[in-house]
């Protein structure tokens, strides 16, 4: 039996990856402009979305461009400045051969053609400028420059945030070949983020198309010589929502039903209900919705469109004047389930749900 292409999980690189090529072309170019603004880049979406795999993808750009890649994450423990100076360093020493090894605050730390101190005690954003000056100015240098990428960032306290953004900011305005890519969750309260992460350039990562999600799902299952049939294909483009996550779990549950991979539409109803359930268990914040049976209706109206929803088409599409859909509506937003999106339009609050909403609705349907 082949093995199964499709690699559900968080955080998990797609062996294809759809639906991204404008973001990563934008990032792309900034490692040949000195001036792009997306030298300093803030990822934001919910989970499930591909931020991660982005970052990795950008960090393989870079690379290729012959830049030195420094991640982190912001769950990690000390200072997050620091963390990286260091980290800097020792990638930098294992490029290029090490002529002198240096004192760091207790840890011997090898350093390249530079002489870098670290004092006890000392952090934030003067070390990690100073490191990356001076790996920068190293006689030789094989890195073209220098980018920092770091996952997680919602998590890291304003000042560690701060204290990043400012060395890197000042290395940007002397025209340094240095750039900074950081992701996470969207933050609720703006007032409470670092002024460096407000500055940042902001992509879209919007949900897939339909048809990206088509190319997704069959080249994926090609790559082990399966294939979806035609109305296999629908329903899985259907269940999937748009939702990045989907794409890889509808994949891997349908291809695992399916036995050898030609996978049928029977083989993908068969795969719904086991979606669902990791739907709910693997996306933080879905949660079961305590809403009346007509207010059910009016997701279900909703999730039949891609992304934000008109609510007069919904009204249209469940027989109810504007203003009598609207009660439900309200009661939605209360709930937390749907939110504004801009006037006269609605969209889904919790990352997934609209893929859930249409996976029980085609559950239902087949089962009917």
């Not at 997701?299 to 008109?310: P, Q, R």
Request: a neutral charge; charged letters at 25%.
């Amino acid at each position: 039996m082949a093995a199964n292409p499709f690699t559900p999980g968080f955080g998990t690189s797609p062996r294809i990856l759809v639906g991204r090529e404008e973001v990563l072309g934008e990032i792309g170019a900034a490692f040949g402009s000195v001036l792009d603004p997306h030298r300093t880049t803030w990822l934001r979406a919910p989970r499930g979305s591909g931020k991660t795999v982005l970052l990795n993808e950008i960090q393989d750009l870079a690379a290729h461009a012959g830049w030195l890649v420094v991640q982190e994450d912001a769950q990690s423990p000390g200072s997050l400045a620091e963390r990286v100076a260091r980290r800097l360093l020792t990638q930098a020493d294992e490029r290029a051969q090490p002529r002198r090894r240096v004192q760091a605050a207790g840890i011997t730390t090898p350093v390249v053609g530079a002489s870098i101190e670290f004092a006890a005690g000392e952090r934030g954003s003067p070390l990690l400028r100073d490191a990356i000056a001076r790996v920068l100015d190293r006689r030789g240098a094989a890195a073209a420059g220098v980018l920092v990428t770091v996952d997680e960032i919602h998590t890291a306290p304003r000042s560690e945030v701060a204290h990043l953004g400012n060395a890197i900011q000042h290395l940007i305005r002397e025209d340094r070949p240095v750039a900074i890519v950081v992701a996470g969750l969207p933050v609720a309260d703006v007032d409470d983020l670092a002024t460096f992460l407000r500055r940042c350039t902001k992509p879209r990562i919007d949900e897939l198309s339909a048809s990206a999600v088509r190319v997704g799902l069959q080249r994926t299952a090609a790559l082990e010589g399966g294939g979806f049939s035609s109305a296999a294909l629908d329903l899985a483009v259907a269940a999937t929502a748009g939702y990045p996550y989907m794409l890889q779990l509808v994949g891997y549950w349908s291809w695992r039903s399916s036995g050898d991979g030609d996978i049928d539409e029977a083989a993908v109803r068969d795969a719904l209900p086991r979606c669902e359930r990791e739907l709910l268990e693997g996306v933080v914040g879905l949660r079961e919705l305590a809403v009346s049976p007509a207010a059910q209706r009016y997701l279900e109206a909703m999730a039949v469109d891609e992304a934000a929803s008109s609510t007069s088409e919904v009204a249209a599409r469940l027989g109810l004047s504007i203003t009598h859909a609207g009660v439900y509506r309200r009661r939605l937003i209360d709930a937390g389930a749907i939110q504004a999106a801009g006037h006269g339009y609605v969209t889904f609050s919790i990352p997934g749900h609209r893929a859930l909403v249409r996976l029980r609705r085609l559950h239902e349907v087949a089962v009917a």
